[in-house]
Each structure stands twice: as C-alpha cells, then as structure tokens.
C-alpha cells in the first residue's frame, strides 16, 4: 500500500477486533473478493487495553458441534472457550483469541497503520492510512467504541475517572461513587466492594433492577446480577436513583461531593467513576452517517450508511430500531449478511457463505429478532 498505489481493494475493513476479524472472515467465504483488513495497533488492540480485572460477561462454551456456536465466536469453527481453556475470557485472553484466528485463517491483515480520512470516490473510496493510501470499492468500518468514552454531562467531569481506564480500577478505600448503574457501573462497583470499598452507585433510570424482558442489552447479565447480590449482602453497596448527577466538587478538607439533582450531595473520599458507556466512535467515518434521533448513527436494512453507499458499519454500534447489537454474539450475526451484500453487487459466488447460517451466525431478517423469553 503506497501513496501511488492503483491496486483497487473490492472491500476495505477498518479495525481488527472481533467485528472487523469477524467481517474479515465471512469476506473470505466470498469467492475471488479482494479484501484487507488494517488495524491501527495489533489484532485485538481494545482488549490488550482493558483494565486486567475485567472479564467477559457473556459465557464462552464449545457447543459448535451441536449447532451452538460459542457466544464469543467470531467464526463458526472456533470456539474462544476450547483454543482458551475458559468461560469468562479477560481482554489479554481474548485478544490472544483473536490473534489465533487470524493466524489460522490468515486473515491480510496490516497492523501498526492508522486510518486518517475516507474519502468517497468515482470508484468507491480513497483511504488515506498512516502508511499510505489504498483505493477501495467498499469499506466496512469496525473500529469500536471503546476509542469514545463518554464525557461527563455535568459541572465538574473532570474530577472522574471514566470505568475504561486503568485508574478507576486502582485500589479505593473508604467510600466511593460511581455514576451509571448498567454493566460496566455493576461490574466496577462489584470489584470495589470486594475490595472493602464503601460504594454508591447513582442512576436515576435504576437499570439494575430492569425486571421486564430477556434482551441482555437492556438488562443485567446473569453474572452481573449473581455479583450484584453478593456485593450487596456486604452491606457495603448502596443502589440510588433518586437523582441525576448534576455536578462534582472537591471538598474542603479532602474529599469530593456529588452532587445529585433534588437531593443534595453524596461523599466520594476518591475521584468518582464514570460508568456511562461510550460513543458510536466512528472517527474519521463520522461524517459519513446520518444520525439517528437517538444520536447512533443511521443505517439501512444492509447495515451500509444512509447517505455514503458502500460504506458498511459492524459492530455494536449497530441499531435497528430498538434492537441493539451491541455483544459479539448479536454483530456477528451481519457479517455473513454484509458479506453477501458486497458479494453479489460484485458479482461474485457467495454460496460459501451458507455455513454460517447453518452456524447460527446470519440474521438478514430483521424483524425475526427480538423475542422474548418465556421463563
Ligand atoms: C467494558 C466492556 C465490556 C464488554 N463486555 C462484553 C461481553 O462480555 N460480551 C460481548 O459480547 N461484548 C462485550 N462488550 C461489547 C463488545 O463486544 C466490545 O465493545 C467489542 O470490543 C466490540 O468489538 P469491535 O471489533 O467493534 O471493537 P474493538 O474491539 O474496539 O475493535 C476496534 C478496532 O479498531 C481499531 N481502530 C479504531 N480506529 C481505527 C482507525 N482509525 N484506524 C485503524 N484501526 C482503528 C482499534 O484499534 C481496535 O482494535 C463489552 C464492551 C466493553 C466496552
């Protein structure tokens, strides 16, 4: 790949994680597509990143032989559980993971290379990379979100310390606030309390206690919910949504206070942690997407932009409607679709693909997902 490259890419794949290895993958089952893969640090690069004691929630098993591809896989003849040796991967297991993957299945991938800007062209799109330029028809983008923690909407954000980060995992001792009360605020509360901190966590929409629907998207996973009941019978866990966080102070003294709106404020004897989420992080693609209302960006049924034909989005940035694809076992199920749909405007044998829809692993009917379960 150089500046005055005419090689022409059918596909460009942004982001070697498990969207991108995994769309990677299903491209390779197209029959003679040119596809590559670019990753600005190494394969599996966001879980090298995160904090050593977090760990998956979402269980790995080998049931692949029986038509239950493990839920972590990115391909329907792996199985994180079986190359790892466990059940709740941390991200250093799962990149390795990962790299084993594209090892196995030599994934083109090139590592260390940036991408910068994506230009749309007369042929597709101009990529202008930290290593050169390359010419591609389409491009999926998968660069995650973790790249786009979310900021503080409130008087004093810069005293947090947003979960992503290595520092709000450090040691705390006496008590301590976290803001947000989905996976990551429970998970992060979880391990501060085991640690023998004193600790609130503050969310006025309560999703810990979203009693209705099975969607683990909008409510605790099992393994979240079993840490939430020990963590509370230490007596050292409070659960509050009687307000929103509108600011945080240091006190005189030592110390800050939380401001919660209606109430008053809440001591934290450390800097406070941020658990609410992160951005679409679609960087350089950004202004690529039209915006849902709900601020994701906005795709058509093919998971491709609304106003950039040809470019592809996957991962769990992903929304239809109300449905939020939002855990590999939920992206993965496009890749095969998105796969196909640059396929076959190409022109090409996509019949290569069918063994992930016996694999479980295609969804290209929207309306099918969702359902609830029954007990
Ligand atoms: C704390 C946390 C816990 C989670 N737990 C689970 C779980 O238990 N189970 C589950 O299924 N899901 C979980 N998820 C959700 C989801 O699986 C992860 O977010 C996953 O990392 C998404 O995969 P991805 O490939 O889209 O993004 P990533 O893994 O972030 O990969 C994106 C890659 O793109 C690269 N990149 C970004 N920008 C550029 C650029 N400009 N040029 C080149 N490369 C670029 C990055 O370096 C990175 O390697 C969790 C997410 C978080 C944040």
């Known amino acids: 790949m150089t500046s005055r490259s005419t090689h022409v890419l059918d596909t460009l794949v942004v982001g070697a994680g498990p969207a991108g ?72 297991d799962y990149a390795r993971y990962l790299g084993g993957v594209v090892r196995h299945f030599t994934v083109p991938v090139l590592q260390d290379t940036e991408v910068t800007t994506v230009v749309p062209s007369a042929g597709g799109f101009t990529v202008r990379t930290s290593r050169g330029t390359v010419e591609a028809r389409t491009v999926v983008w998968a660069g995650g979100e973790f790249h786009e923690p979310s900021q503080a909407r409130f008087v004093g954000g810069g005293l947090t310390d947003h979960s992503s980060t290595a520092a709000a995992w450090s040691h705390r001792s006496g008590r301590l606030v976290v803001v947000g009360g989905y996976e990551s605020g429970i998970d992060i509360a979880c391990h501060h309390v085991e640690q023998g901190a004193q600790v609130t966590v503050i969310d006025p929409d309560h999703p810990w206690d979203a009693g209705d629907g099975s969607d683990p998207s909008y409510r605790l996973a099992p393994r979240s919910r079993q840490r939430l009941v020990t963590a509370q019978a230490t007596g050292r866990l409070v659960l509050s949504s009687a307000g929103r966080v509108v600011g945080v102070k240091t006190v005189h003294g030592g ?9 008053g404020g809440v001591a934290s004897d450390s800097r406070p942690i941020l658990a609410t989420g992160f951005g679409p992080g679609l960087g350089p693609v950004s202004g690529l997407f039209d915006r849902r209302e709900d601020g994701w960006p ?48 190409l022109g090409k044998d996509c019949a290569g693909l069918e063994a992930w829809r016996e694999a479980g692993m295609l969804t290209d009917d929207l309306s099918c997902c969702g359902v609830e379960c029954a007990c």
């Open 298 to 345: 906005l795709l058509d049924d093919n998971d491709e932009s609304t106003m950039t034909p040809g470019l592809f989005l996957s991962g769990p940035s992903v929304r239809h409607g109300g449905l939020k694809f939002c855990f590999v076992y939920k992206f993965r199920q496009r890749y095969a679709h998105i796969a196909r749909v640059i396929g076959e405007r």
């Open 255 to 263: 110390g800050l206070a939380v401001s919660v709106g209606g109430v």
């Open 21 to 92: 290895v995994g769309i990677a993958l299903a491209l390779d089952a197209v029959d003679t597509l040119r596809y590559g893969l670019v990753e600005r640090g190494t394969v599996g690069e966001t879980f090298r990143r995160w904090p050593a004691e977090q760990r998956f929630l979402t269980p790995s098993f080998t049931g692949n032989g029986f038509g239950a591809t493990d839920l972590n896989a990115v391909h329907p003849k792996t199985s994180p559980a079986f190359s790892l040796g466990l059940d709740y991967p941390n991200g250093r």
